[in-house]
C-alpha cells in the first residue's frame, strides 16, 4: 500500500514537472513571436518542411476520408433518412471532425515525431549547446519557427483534406452509389453554416500548435543516444496523438 | 580573467563537484586533467552556463555568470568559443555557415564579408578550400579543425576545448596541440583545455590543473606535474590502473533544460 501510494506520488510529480516544462517552453515561444518577422528565412523554411512537403500525404489521407465516409454514411442512413442528405452528412462529418483530426495524425506521425528526431539528435550531439555557446537563444532559433510554422499551416493543410475529402466523397457517391451530383450537394447550403468551417479552423490551428510543441519538448529532452532519438519520435507520436484527442473532444464540448 | 570560486554540482544527488577554486589569467593556457567522469566536462560547460551550477561563483572579467539574465548571459558567451568533444557541427549547413552562423545572427555583415571571414578562419585552422562541403563529408580530424573555426570566428577573449584529441590518430591529434599552441599565440586567446590525454596537456599547458574528488586537487607547470610525488598525482599520469584513484565514475545526468530559463 505505501510502495503503491509513493508511486502514485512520484508519477504526480512527474507528470506536473512534464506538464510545467511544456507550459515553460509554451510560454518562452510566446515571447519570441515579436522576433518572427526578423527571423522569417527560418519561419518559412518550416512552413515548406511542416506545410508544402506534408500536402501530398494529407491529399492522399483526404480522398480516402472522403470516400470512404461517403460509402459509410450510405450503408448507415439507407432505408431510414433520404439518400439527398448523404452529401450533407459527409459534408459535415468532414468539415467538422474528420479533416482536422485525420490531418492532424497525419502530421503529428510526419512532423511532429521528425522534429523530436532532428532536435533529439541535435541535443545528443551537442549541437544545441553549441547554438547556445554561439550565443544564440535554442528556443528562439530552433522551437518557435517549428511552432508558428505549425501553427499557421495546419489549418490551410485542412482546407486541402476537406476539399479533396468532398471531392473523393462526391467521386464515390456519384461513381460507386450512382448518386447524382446534384443530389449530392441538394442538402448542403440548407444546412451550411460558416461556424463549421471555422470550428474545423481553430481545431486545426490548436493541434498544429500541439504536435510542434511537443515534438520540440520532447527534441529537447532527449537522452541516451540514438536510441533516446528513437524514444523520443515515439513519445512524440503518441502524446500528440493522444492530446490531439483530448483537445478533440474538448473542443467539441465548447464549440457544439 | 576567470575566476571560480567553491563551484559545486551534483547529479541525482551524487555530488561531481564539490567545491572548485580556480584562478585564470588572461593569455594563459590551462589544461584541466582527469579521470573519466570527475567532472571535467561539467566544469568547462558551467564556464559559459550551458550547465548551471547548484552553487558558487563563476566570474568571467569580474561579472558573475551565474546572476545573470538570458540576455547579459549571451552577452558574455559572444567572448567565448567552445570546441566541443565531437565538435558539434551543425549537420544541416554547409561548413561557410558552420562557421558564420554566430557572426550572421549577430552582426550585419554582408554575404561577401562572411565568407571572407570563413575563408580566413579556415586558413588559420590550416583547411583551406572546403567552404562548401557538408560535415557528412568530413573526416574527424577535419571536423575538429572546422569546429575550432567556428570557435573563433567571433574573435573571442576565451576559447574552450572539450577534449580536442579524443578519438583522433596521434598525428591528427599532434596537429590539433600545435593548432591549439599556435591559435593562443596569433589570436592573444586565454586557453582552457580540458583533456585526460598527458602528451597534450604537456604539450600545450601552462598550467595543468588535475580535479580529483570533485575539487582541484593539485596543481603546477607541466614539468611540476611530471615531478609530483603525489600518488594520486603519479597513478594518473603514469596511467596505472592500480593506486588510489578507484572511486565510483558518475556520469553527466542531463539537465532539465528548463531550469533557470526565464519567459
Known amino acids: 500500500m505505501k510502495n503503491a501510494l509513493v508511486r502514485l506520488g512520484r508519477l504526480t510529480e512527474s507528470f506536473f514537472a512534464e506538464a510545467g516544462g511544456i507550459f515553460i517552453l509554451l510560454g518562452q515561444i510566446l515571447r519570441f513571436s515579436t522576433r518572427l518577422y526578423k527571423d522569417r528565412s527560418l519561419f518559412i523554411e518550416q512552413c515548406v518542411s511542416v506545410g508544402l512537403n506534408s500536402v501530398p500525404i ?137 461556424w463549421d468551417i471555422f470550428a474545423g479552423e481553430i481545431k486545426a490551428l490548436i493541434f498544429g500548435g500541439t504536435t510542434a510543441l511537443i515534438g520540440c519538448y520532447i527534441g529537447f529532452k532527449t537522452e541516451g543516444g540514438a536510441e533516446g532519438v528513437g524514444r523520443s519520435t515515439i513519445r512524440s507520436f503518441v502524446l500528440s496523438s493522444i492530446l490531439i484527442l483530448v483537445f478533440d473532444y474538448i473542443l467539441a464540448t465548447i464549440f457544439f | 580573467m576567470i575566476e571560480i570560486s567553491d563551484l559545486t554540482k551534483s547529479f541525482n544527488d551524487k555530488p561531481v563537484l564539490r567545491g572548485v577554486n580556480l584562478s585564470i589569467k588572461s593569455g594563459e593556457s590551462v589544461v584541466i586533467i582527469g579521470r573519466s567522469g570527475c567532472g571535467k566536462s561539467v566544469l568547462l560547460k558551467m564556464m559559459t552556463m550551458l550547465l548551471p551550477p547548484d552553487s558558487g561563483r563563476i566570474l568571467i572579467d569580474g561579472e558573475d555568470i551565474t546572476l545573470m539574465d538570458d540576455q547579459n548571459l549571451y552577452r558574455v558567451r559572444r567572448k567565448i568559443g567552445v570546441l566541443f568533444q565531437g565538435a558539434a557541427l551543425f549537420d544541416s549547413m554547409t561548413v561557410q555557415e558552420n562557421i558564420t552562423l554566430g557572426l550572421r545572427e549577430h552582426t550585419d555583415l554582408s554575404e561577401t564579408e562572411l565568407r571572407r571571414i570563413a575563408e580566413e578562419r579556415l586558413e588559420l585552422v590550416s583547411l583551406p578550400g572546403i567552404l562548401d562541403l557538408k560535415p557528412a563529408e568530413l573526416s574527424g580530424g577535419m571536423k575538429k579543425r572546422v569546429g575550432l573555426a567556428r570557435a573563433i570566428a567571433m574573435d573571442p577573449k576565451y576559447v574552450l576545448y572539450d577534449e580536442p584529441t579524443t578519438g583522433l590518430d596521434p598525428i591528427s591529434a599532434d596537429a590539433i596541440n600545435n593548432l591549439i599552441i599556435s591559435l593562443n599565440e596569433k589570436l592573444k586567446v586565454t586557453t582552457i583545455v580540458v583533456t585526460h590525454d598527458m602528451v597534450s596537456a604537456n604539450k600545450i599547458a601552462d598550467r595543468i590543473i588535475m580535479l580529483h574528488r570533485g575539487v582541484n586537487f593539485f596543481e603546477g607547470t607541466p614539468e611540476q606535474v611530471k615531478n609530483a610525488e603525489d600518488e594520486v598525482v603519479r597513478q594518473f599520469i603514469e596511467g596505472k590502473a592500480d593506486g588510489p584513484i578507484k572511486q565510483v565514475i558518475v556520469k553527466e545526468q542531463p539537465r532539465e533544460w528548463w531550469r533557470g530559463k526565464r519567459f
Not at chain 1, 459509410?72 to 442528405?85: A, D, F, L, S, V
Not at chain 1, 533529439?120 to 553549441?130: F, L, P
Not at chain 1, 555557446?133 to 489549418?155: E, G, H, K, Q
Open chain 1, 58 to 194: 494529407v491529399l492522399l489521407v483526404g480522398v480516402f476520408t472522403g470516400a470512404v465516409s461517403a460509402w459509410q454514411t450510405n450503408y448507415q442512413i439507407e432505408g431510414y433518412i433520404p439518400i439527398r442528405y448523404l452529401g450533407l452528412g459527409t459534408f459535415k462529418a468532414v468539415i467538422i471532425e474528420l479533416g482536422p483530426v485525420l490531418s492532424a495524425l497525419i502530421i503529428a506521425g510526419r512532423v511532429g515525431a521528425s522534429i523530436a528526431a532532428e532536435l533529439g539528435s541535435m541535443k545528443v550531439t551537442e549541437q544545441i549547446d553549441a547554438l547556445e555557446s554561439l550565443a544564440i537563444n535554442s528556443v528562439r532559433y530552433l522551437a518557435a519557427p517549428r511552432f508558428y510554422a505549425s501553427v499557421f499551416m495546419m489549418p490551410i493543410l485542412v482546407i486541402f483534406a476537406d476539399f479533396i475529402a468532398i471531392i473523393g466523397a462526391l467521386m464515390t457517391a456519384t461513381l460507386l452509389l450512382g448518386i447524382p451530383s446534384a443530389t449530392f450537394f441538394s442538402e448542403i447550403p440548407k444546412f451550411f453554416w460558416i
